[in-house]
């Protein structure tokens, strides 16, 4: 099927892009085109106005400054998976990059996009909120920044007014004594999340000084696990005591006010018994207990 009719635009600049979207209500900026093109042929995305934001300099690329990684809002998730510095500085973010789609789902998808998306199904999301990142926004009054954790409201709602676009992702760069890692169940066919949890564990030896976890897939947005976060804190991390603290998962999804996800992949009794064992899979796997 072919899009409806639309206006295309082409921005030349961060600002350029602001004052078209603000001149355009209802326009899309058109990134990697991953998500929004399949829309647009199957006319469940309508926009009569498409801004292309593909050759804006300064949206792309990764640099490393101190603890914080900042990674372009056009940046590809291939770009992420192979750069040398992210593996150094934050080795779950190559990882979780190198899980997204295909080849060519990597090569053109862009961070910035996945998020703008916010499909409850993808990993970027999830993951970022495990690791504290910060995502920056640029709209007509200036620029922001918004607490991955914060950014997605509900399914496809993303924290983003009309006439704002995301900038710069800021991710903090993992400490010698702390392991992340991100386990999924994935769609056979698309990789998307049916579930997946990430974790960061800070550790002590054998012990747990401070934890954060994240689940995704399951809910319209990811969902941080406070109570898994506080079980797994001060304790030594072994097979039992994993079992124990991802056991309190479902309090957390309760807690956050939102409901499971039941569709035609799996049901909403499926994603909450599967979100756990996910959880305990990456905790696994940070502390070498497990091998992917």
Request: proline share 4%; with cysteine; net charge negative.
């Amino acid at each position: 099927m072919y899009p409806a009719n639309f206006e295309y635009l082409k921005a030349s600049s961060i600002a350029d892009a602001v004052r078209l979207l603000s001149e355009n209500p209802g326009a899309k900026l058109l990134a990697g085109g991953h998500s929004l093109i399949p829309l647009m042929r199957f006319r469940l995305a309508r926009p009569e106005v498409l801004i292309d934001i593909g050759g804006v300099d300064g949206l792309r690329g990764v640099t490393v400054s101190g603890d914080t990684i900042n990674i372009g809002a056009l940046t590809t998730h291939a770009t992420i998976a192979a750069s040398a510095d992210v593996q150094r500085a934050n080795g779950l973010l190559a990882e979780a990059a190198s899980g997204i789609g295909d080849p060519a789902v990597r090569n053109r998808g862009t961070i910035g996009g996945n998020l703008a998306h916010a499909d409850p199904a993808s990993d970027w999301a999830t993951v970022l909120t495990a690791l504290g990142a910060t995502i920056s926004v640029q709209g007509p009054s200036g620029s922001r920044s918004v607490a991955a954790g914060d950014f997605i409201e509900d399914a496809f709602a993303p924290a983003l007014a009309e006439d704002e676009l995301i900038t710069t992702v800021s991710v903090p760069v993992l400490a010698a004594n702390q392991r992340a890692e991100y386990a999924k169940m994935s769609h056979p066919a698309s990789f998307y999340a049916v579930v997946g949890g990430a974790v960061v564990v800070t550790m002590d030896g054998n012990r747990c000084t401070a934890a954060s976890v994240a689940v995704g897939g399951l809910t319209p947005r990811p969902v941080k696990a406070a109570s898994v976060e506080q079980a797994l804190s001060g304790t030594t991390l072994t097979m039992d005591s994993i079992a124990d603290a991802t056991s309190r998962l479902g309090d957390d999804i309760s807690a956050a006010g939102v409901d499971v996800i039941g569709d035609v992949f799996a049901s909403a009794d499926f994603r909450a018994r599967i979100a756990p064992v996910e959880v305990k899979h990456a905790l696994l796997h940070a502390i070498d207990l497990a091998h992917h």
